[in-house]
């Protein structure tokens, strides 16, 4: 099956207005081929059905070595941190995932609530006289905050995380060289932290992992350094943006914001709604065809590279009814957290940073409005993640 050429694919409006690009690529056709900004061909699928079963298709593979485009080895990843669960496939994909799913589970996050709250009110009761910025004075802190507890990188050994992710997230084709920049200095901090935590181990996830190197050889150091990297990298940006696009979407249906602030709609609700209506992250990871195969329609050679959009099946109307509306009272069957064995380990510890997140700064001001025009907001330049650079609001 052959589809008219889709409009301006990996151009700007992809970013400035995603929504409305991926509404009208899926009218065109499920599944499109094209090319990267780097050169890279890929097929992107659009559509809610194919997306999913896609995300739980095994002969799609997340292992690099089954790639057969050209052009990954532009790709601003060093091998060094190459080695995590979302660059592989069964079964190191089932050893790794057991090893570090127990710090995961929804009761061992739950623990979690008491930390999460005082740094939540910590940076609330640092709140200055309005105009404020929640990008800057809450969403961006509290997840840097949470996941460097977990993993137990001391407050004094933190650095910018978010000009890291945003770099490396970056979608021009010029960005490469400060992208691998921003690689280098990830994994030398890393590579630092490890080693402080081999001296002198304490009780967090990072000391349980090289615990688990060291002692059981459960995993070999290569995986032991890319499994912090993945949970740093996949646990902290991501969470900015559900809690900066779930403010959004509050502050732009005062209904839903009152009905928080009353406390006769869960958060938890809005949050639901929020990875679908606006999802954190866009495309989930590139898959490889481990033969030919054919999603909608569409035959994908074996070694094709396939990029799922998340943020379009969210979107798709033979799926959702009225799918650009917002509305926290629908059932949740969103793709924002992916889906098979892939399915985001973090989503219990981003469920809870949100609704604490919303839940206080609604609760404590009230009456929060946009301090700027819609129209002039502005998104973190990506393909690849949907997020706010600010959000500066008033009361
Ligand atoms: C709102 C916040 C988050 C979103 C939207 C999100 C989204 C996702 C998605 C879509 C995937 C699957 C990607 C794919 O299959 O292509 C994924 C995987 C993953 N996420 Fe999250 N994530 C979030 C928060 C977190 C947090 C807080 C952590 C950890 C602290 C985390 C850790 C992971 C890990 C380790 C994987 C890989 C799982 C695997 O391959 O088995 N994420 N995430």
Redesign the pocket.
Same mark, same amino acid.
Do not use: E
């Given at each position: 099956m052959t589809h008219a050429t889709p409009p301006s694919l990996f151009s700007d409006v992809l970013i400035t207005d995603p929504h409305q690009a991926y509404d009208q690529l899926r009218k065109i056709g499920p599944v499109h081929q094209t090319t990267t900004p780097d050169g890279v061909s890929v097929w992107l699928v659009t559509r809610y059905q194919d997306v999913r079963k896609a995300?739980a298709d095994p002969r799609l593979s997340?292992d690099k070595g089954n790639a057969h485009s050209t052009g990954l080895h532009q790709s601003s990843m060093p091998p060094e941190l190459d080695a995590h669960?979302?660059n592989?496939d069964p079964p190191d994909?089932t050893r790794l995932?057991r090893l570090?799913s127990k710090a995961?589970t929804p009761r061992r996050i739950e623990e979690l609530k008491p930390r999460i709250q005082a740094q939540t009110d910590e940076l609330l009761d640092a709140f200055t006289d309005p105009p404020v910025d929640l990008m800057r004075a809450l969403a961006n802190p509290l997840?840097m905050a949470v996941?460097c507890e977990?993993l137990g990188v001391p407050l004094d050994a933190r650095r910018d995380f978010r000009a890291w992710t945003n770099t490396l997230l970056a979608p021009a084709p010029d960005a490469a060289r400060e992208s691998r920049r921003a690689m280098r200095e990830m994994h030398q901090f890393l590579v630092e932290i490890i080693a402080a935590k081999r001296t002198h181990p304490t009780d967090d996830l990072l000391s349980a992992m090289i615990e688990a190197r060291d002692t059981h050889d459960s995993l070999t150091e290569p995986e032991l350094l890319a499994m912090a990297f $993945?949970?740093l990298f #996949?646990?902290?940006d991501?969470?900015v943006? $559900?809690i900066g696009n779930g403010l959004l979407a509050l502050l732009l249906h005062p209904q839903h914001a009152h009905a928080v602030r009353d406390r006769n709609t869960l958060v938890r609700d809005v949050l639901e709604e929020t990875?679908r209506w606006n999802?954190?992250?866009m495309l989930?990871?590139r898959r490889f065809a481990l033969k030919d195969i054919t999603i909608g329609g569409v035959r994908i050679p074996v070694g094709g590279r396939v990029w799922?959009s998340?943020i379009s099946a969210n979107r798709d109307g033979t799926h959702f009814a009225s799918p650009a509306s917002f509305d926290p009272h629908r059932a949740p069957a969103h793709?924002?957290?992916?889906h098979?064995?892939?399915?985001?380990?973090?989503?219990p510890? #981003?469920r809870l940073?949100?609704d604490v997140a919303i839940t206080s700064l609604f609760h404590r001001f009230g009456r929060l409005k946009l301090a700027v025009p819609v129209t002039e907001l502005k998104w973190v330049p990506s393909f690849h993640k949907r997020g706010l650079q600010e959000l500066t609001v008033a009361w």
């Open positions: 995300l997340l669960l979302l592989m994909l995932r570090v995961f997840p996941i977990l $993945l949970i #996949a646990g902290y991501n969470t943006n $559900l990875l999802a954190p992250f989930g990871v799922v998340l793709l924002g957290f992916g098979g064995i892939h399915y985001c380990l973090g989503a510890l #981003a940073q949100g």
